[in-house]
């Protein structure tokens, strides 16, 4: 993978797998960030993410378990990549552009798969990554290829991929491209889903890679 | 068959509190052998926090050291044993007569020594006091030449100052043209090696080399060696340790 990096970029200096030998629980936020997200929404996803974080840090083993990444869109930018939580610094996210759903998905998926990649090579276990996308929209581009790697990925057990859709997102769209019910997000109950998330990263990351589990149930936030 | 080097030595965060400087000294040359071939010397040295002409004594070790590697090299002879002891003596010398030019009791230019030199024949290496120096044993994994000299407590150690005869001077040659070596001081002790299987942290050393060995020009080395003292500052070192650090990598090509 490293050559197809500049040497400027290349990784340098003892990453955090050198003190850190727990098995990792990827988990990567796909987060709408258009335009129509602007105003209440946007506060709250913001102040979602920080919760997410708070919570993920006081239980001492996800806090070295879990990595959260983020890829938000549009444009799709990779905003952070996946760290543990105590280095994870959430930038504030700010509404702007269109919804180029497919992208993000496509972006989303390779990352998952280079960092399953990483975790071999640097000898630490990992649990099934999840993949969370945030929608208030309908996406702007393509997403068919996108619903296909989706399909093929949970197929193959490769990942699992959540759809949340926002007042006002497209759950036509959402049902096509997940496997999985899309849910839809209660107003904006940001906080209490990702109160949901972390609770249920925590039990996934306290049990044994390649343990079944289940998931909390999702209330509070889901309209079902 | 050149090398490929890059070290730093970056001022610990409590010395940069009490207003001290980087009593740490380091670094890596390579010498033109006469038959076109390359020879590798590195010294490194920890000036002890006690001692009141620390960091003149730590840079006055790693140049003494290298005037005579030089020199050493130059005459074209095999190394032997004997040359690290006469090393070890000279800088000893060199201490001495700074301490007597400074009427200052010679236990105030305590330092530590590491050092390697190693030619297409030979590596050989020394060191006094804490630190390490560690090697690629071939096959990717690093061991450690030395394990640190401290004594009963972590803050103590042993300095080529201490004593005439250099009892804690360890030294020895082997017939083996080694390919990657790194010295660094105790400041990286805690991170570097695994005090509880007494061994080198393989990951420490997994993270900087690969890099070490893309480096293909001057401007690539230029810009590990900033990445270096970054990481060496920076907060996943600083958490760790408060104490002046040093670190040199050399990699064969």
């Keep these: 993978m490293d050559e197809y990096i500049a040497f400027e970029q290349l990784p340098f200096g003892a990453d955090d797998f050198a003190d850190n030998p727990e098995s990792r629980c990827p988990c990567m936020l796909l987060l709408d960030t258009s335009g129509s997200m602007g105003g209440e929404p946007i ?20 806090a070295k378990r879990v990595e ?10 990779y905003e952070s990549d996946f760290q543990t939580v105590d ?33 071999k090579q640097r000898g630490v276990g990992y649990y099934k990554p999840w993949i969370i996308l945030i929608t208030d929209g309908a996406p702007t581009d393509a997403w068919g290829h996108a619903a296909q790697l989706i399909k093929d990925g949970e197929r193959e057990n490769r990942f699992a991929f959540f759809a949340i859709g926002v007042e006002g997102a497209n759950f036509d769209v959402l049902r ?49 | 068959m050149t090398w490929k080097t890059i070290g730093q030595s970056v001022t610990g965060t409590s010395h940069l509190q009490n207003g001290k400087g980087c009593e740490d000294a380091g670094s890596c040359r390579v010498h033109n052998l006469a038959n076109g071939e390359y020879a590798l010397v590195c010294f490194a040295s920890d000036g002890a926090g006690s001692a009141a002409f620390a960091t003149e004594a730590s840079a006055a070790a790693v140049s003494a050291a290298h005037e005579f590697a030089e020199a050493l090299l130059q005459d074209g002879r095999e190394l032997t044993d004997s040359h690290l ?9 060199r201490l001495n007569e700074m301490a ?16 390697c030199i190693i030619t297409p024949q030979k590596s050989g290496f020394l060191q006094i006091g ?17 394990w640190p000299y401290n004594g009963e407590y972590q803050n103590s150690t042993a300095f080529i100052i201490d004593d005439p005869s250099l009892a804690h001077l360890q030294y020895k040659v082997i017939d083996e043209p080694v390919t990657e070596v790194a ?20 990951p420490f050393f997994a993270g900087l080399f690969p890099a070490l060995r893309r480096a293909e020009s001057e401007e690539h080395l230029s810009i590990l060696n900033t990445r270096l003292a970054e990481y060496l500052s920076g907060n996943a070192i600083n958490s760790r340790t408060d104490d002046d650090k040093t670190l040199l990598l050399a990699t064969r090509e």
């Design chain 1, 43 to 62: 506060r709250q996803l913001n102040e979602g993410i920080n919760t997410l974080k708070m919570e993920l840090e006081i239980d001492p083993l996800a």
């Design chain 1, 68 to 77: 959260v990444a983020m890829v938000t869109f549009g444009p799709v930018s």
């Design chain 1, 87 to 119: 280095n994870f610094y959430p930038k504030q996210l700010v509404a702007s552009g269109d919804t180029p759903v497919g992208a993000a998905i496509t972006l989303g998926i390779d990352l998952v798969n280079k960092r399953k990649e990483l975790y």
């Design chain 1, 176 to 224: 096509q491209l997940s496997v999985r019910q899309p849910l839809k997000l209660r107003g904006l109950a940001f906080r209490e889903f990702f109160l949901w998330l972390s609770g249920s990263l925590k039990t996934v990351s306290s049990k044994n890679p390649g343990e079944q589990n289940k998931l909390l149930p999702p209330t509070g936030w889901a309209d079902l």
């Design chain 2, 85 to 93: 002891i006469a090393l070890g003596e000279y800088i000893y010398d």
């Design chain 2, 100 to 115: 007597a030019a400074e009427e200052a009791p010679k236990n105030e230019f305590s330092c530590t020594l590491l050092g």
């Design chain 2, 130 to 146: 804490d630190g390490a120096i560690i090697r690629n044993d071939g096959s990717g994994h690093f061991t450690q030449i030395w």
């Design chain 2, 183 to 202: 010295l660094f001081t105790d400041g990286l002790q805690q991170l570097a090696l695994n005090h509880v299987s007494m061994a080198v942290h393989q």
